[in-house]
């Protein structure tokens, strides 16, 4: 059993103006040697004045730590027994002292200027905004750039906690207010080790109290690779299948009728389509895709759902053609 422990390697509060507020970057780490030190360096080199990284390392048994020890004071390197990324980021939060929180995987990096830009989007922004979320690039294991998010916004603009149960519009690295965190009861832990989509659920719970700001700058490099917990179809689709029910129990959107829940039921079946498709499972994707239809067999608006046009029979003519999986 791995002891709980803080390698102390970093203590400061910041490496800037101490008039600005502090951000307090949080990257968990689980067995990720291989990329850990990019996302560590990535943080570091932030143009914001004004952060702290934190590591926490949820019992790793490779070499992270040596990764991370290289960096010395830069790092405030922390050491818990496994537990999950839920629990792994309410423990960086727990040991944190930003105004703002910033979430980063260990297999991702942060453009030099992301919290900068998303801090300056929250300035402008009123008082009820308590995330400003990004988009992003992906790129392969050696940082090769494989292409961009998909189905992007064609502008800056809110995002809802309708818009967030009916499809997840944004990775986990948004700034956020830590009070907003708090406030909704932090990460989940019943997600545990093996389940998706705890960042989405965290996010529906905060944009049912506040406002969500998405930028169209791509501010994080996500790494696609055949280790990323988003790989595993099934754990992700119970993930998923957590996040929706918590929200429909706890009325996270008052009102919310059957249509609504149809529609919702219906997009979740869509993207366990392509997860099953995208891990070759091609059957299993087709009976997917139809239990998607009907679940909702009618047609989505764009603005709902963030999805083009006749999506489902778009991406069943690809794959008749023979071609790549739908971009989601």
């Not at 537990?83 to 792994?88: D, I, M, N, Q, R």
């Not at 169209?216 to 299948?241: E, F, W, Y």
């Not at 046009?309 to 008749?320: E, G, K, P, Q, Y």
Request: proline residues 3%.
């Amino acid at each position: 059993m791995i002891a709980e422990r803080d390698t102390n390697f970093g203590d400061q509060l910041s490496h800037g103006p101490v008039e600005l507020p502090l951000v307090s970057i949080i990257i968990t780490a689980y067995n990720y040697e291989a990329f850990v030190s990019l996302a560590v360096q990535s943080a570091i080199d932030q143009s914001y004045p004004s952060v702290e990284v934190i590591v926490v390392d949820d019992g790793s048994t490779d070499g992270t730590f040596d990764e991370v020890r290289k960096f010395g004071s830069a790092v405030r390197y922390f050491i818990k027994e496994n537990g999950g990324l839920a629990k792994a980021r309410n423990y960086g939060i727990d040991k944190s002292r930003g105004d703002f929180l910033l979430f980063l995987d260990a297999d991702d990096e942060l453009e030099p200027g992301a919290v900068q830009v998303m801090h300056n989007c929250m300035c402008r922004l009123s008082d009820d905004y308590a995330i400003v979320a990004c988009t992003f690039t992906k790129i392969d294991s050696e940082g090769n750039v494989m292409g961009s998010q998909g189905n992007l916004p064609r502008e800056e603009g809110d995002i809802t906690c309708r818009q967030l149960l009916m499809r997840n519009r944004f990775p986990v690295t948004a700034l956020t207010k830590r009070s907003a965190i708090v406030q909704c009861g932090m990460f989940d832990p019943g997600y545990g080790t093996s389940l998706g989509s705890e960042d989405r659920d965290i996010w529906v719970r905060v944009s049912s109290l506040h406002k969500v700001r998405m930028l169209t700058d791509p501010l994080l490099r996500k790494r696609v690779h055949g280790a990323n917990m988003s790989s595993k179809a099934d754990n992700q689709h119970r993930g998923m299948i957590r996040t929706i029910g918590k929200a429909r129990v706890s009325n996270a959107v008052p009102g919310a009728g059957f249509m609504f829940w149809a529609k919702v039921a219906s997009v979740r079946r869509f993207q366990f389509a392509m997860m099953r498709r995208g891990c070759r499972d091609r059957a299993g994707g087709w009976l997917e895709l139809l239990r998607s239809c009907c679940a909702w067999p009618w047609f989505f608006s764009l603005d709902e759902v963030g999805l083009p046009a006749f999506f489902r029979v778009r991406c069943a003519l690809r794959w008749i053609l023979g071609r790549s999986n739908f971009k989601d």
